[in-house]
């Protein structure tokens, strides 16, 4: 094909006239991505064109602009701005890219703040659960303190209890206030009783050659191991002996189940 | 943000192009109101439809105004538009057969002006195609012409007006 002829057949004018067949016009585009100066010519015509209709333009009313933008933007609500870009040209869209960006964003960290929010509450169960501990702990020593001071404190006699040879082990110390005639009792260890029996302190006298034994209460039967526990006044003794009774005791002691006593 | 952008652009298309879109508009149809709401309706088209504009194919001027010509064509051939001027009184000189260019508004500036340099058959192909947009064939009934000749005169008609461009 003679480009320089087609070009000078006014091709080019009807083409960008819109005078074409779309055969004619289909052809055209075609030569134009084959031959670079049927491009040129082209634009050439069109910025002639655009150059002379430009020149003395007739000024549309002044109300339409406002008229049509109204229209347009109205329509914009319902219908999604088509971005100035022609398909081959299409640009990164950053504000798509930006908005999708915060979105991931919000999720990372909606997700992190609950991961931190679960964390939190998990972190206050565990204190609340040491603080009670604490407190046990606390309450525990406080009473031991307690304890110790008060057989600690002066005029206090403490008195061993040693197995006899019914439970050679045993072992259980009297703490007497010779002041107040309080009576305490630690036991250190004894053998569990039946669950029909159950142990009982006595306090000894020995006046005239006649042993005298005084009531001073039954162990409690869940008696724990190593605590302080207040028994019946004892005015006298001159020895101390736990016996294993029947429950709720005897109001004389089986002298032959004496566990522990001390000398006389 | 978008709708700001949205604003610059349709402001930037105004600005720049309404009054030459206005022009031809009014080259084709006849009476004001028409003319504004032919404008109104390009540029709403042109704003919906901007995502097609293929720039290989064009530069954005001239696909604009072919939209413009296009619809102010659509509209005089609209059957609203010829009931109404059927209804105007008859413009003196305007019985010769062949109509020109229905009656324009506007004829002494843009293409229309450069026309006037043509000799009468030329310009007569120029205005029935271009102005009016009748097909080779329509144009070939009707002046009682093959269709080879309609399609080799009006080139040549361009090839002419080219050179007053």
Redo the contacts between chains.
């Keep these: 094909m003679n480009i320089k002829e087609y070009i ?4 080019v ?2 083409y ?4 074409l ?1 779309a055969q004619e016009r289909f052809e055209f ?1 075609k030569y134009c991505d084959a031959y670079p100066q049927l491009k040129e010519a ?2 050439a ?6 150059k ?10 002044a109300h ?2 406002q ?3 109204a ?3 109205d ?2 609500k319902t ?1 999604p ?9 299409r640009k990164f869209n950053w ?1 798509s890219f930006v908005a999708a960006a915060s979105i991931i964003l919000l999720v990372g960290s909606i997700w992190w703040i609950m991961n931190l929010k679960n964390e939190n509450d998990k972190l206050k169960d565990n204190n609340a659960a040491l603080q009670n501990s604490l407190k046990t702990s606390q309450d525990s020593i406080a009473q031991i303190i307690a304890e110790a001071n008060h057989i600690q404190k002066e005029g206090m006699k403490m008195v061993g209890l040693n197995g006899t040879a019914n439970s050679p082990k045993s072992f259980a110390t009297v703490y007497w206030d010779t002041t107040s005639h309080d009576v305490y009792l630690l036991v250190n260890n004894l053998p569990k009783p039946a669950s029909d029996e159950q142990y009982q302190l006595w306090a000894l006298l020995k006046t005239n050659n006649q042993l005298q034994t005084i009531d001073l209460g039954m162990l409690q039967l869940s008696q724990k191991p190593l605590q302080v526990y207040k028994m019946t006044n004892a005015q006298a003794a001159q020895a101390f002996a736990i016996t294993l009774e029947k429950k709720d005791g005897n109001p004389d002691p089986n002298l032959q189940k004496i566990y522990v006593m001390s000398d006389l | ?3 700001e952008q ?2 610059d ?2 402001n930037y298309l ?1 600005d720049n192009y ?3 879109i ?3 508009i ?1 080259q084709v149809v006849s009476d ?1 109101d028409t003319a ?1 709401d032919v ?2 309706e390009v ?2 088209n042109i ?2 439809k ?10 954005l ?2 696909w604009m ?2 939209i413009a ?2 619809a102010a064509i659509d509209k005089v051939r609209s059957k609203g538009y010829r009931d109404n001027q059927r209804n105007q009184p008859i413009a003196e000189g305007e019985d010769k057969g062949m109509v020109m260019s229905s009656n324009p508004a ?1 004829s002494d ?3 229309k002006k ?1 026309l006037t340099t043509l000799n009468e058959e030329y310009r007569k192909l120029i205005d029935l ?2 102005f009016q947009g009748f ?2 064939e329509e144009i070939a009934k009707m002046m009682g012409i093959p269709l080879g000749t309609v399609k080799t005169r ?6 002419q ?2 050179k007053m ?1």
Excluded at chain 1, 52 to 58: C, F, K, L, R, V
């Design positions: 000078s057949s006014g091709i004018e009807s960008v006239l819109g005078l067949t585009e082209r634009t015509f069109e910025l002639a064109l655009e002379q209709a430009m020149e003395n333009p007739i000024a549309p009313p339409l602009k008229k049509i933008a229209k347009i933007f329509e914009n219908t701005v088509i971005p100035i870009q022609t398909a081959r040209q504000a | 943000m978008l709708n949205s604003n652009a349709f105004y309404s009054g030459a206005y022009t031809i009014n004001k504004n404008m109104q540029f709403v704003w919906r901007i995502n097609t504009y293929d720039a290989t194919k064009g530069r001027f001239t105004l072919n010509r296009n506007v500036v843009g293409l450069v195609s271009y097909t080779h009006i080139r040549t008609a361009i090839s007006l080219r461009i």
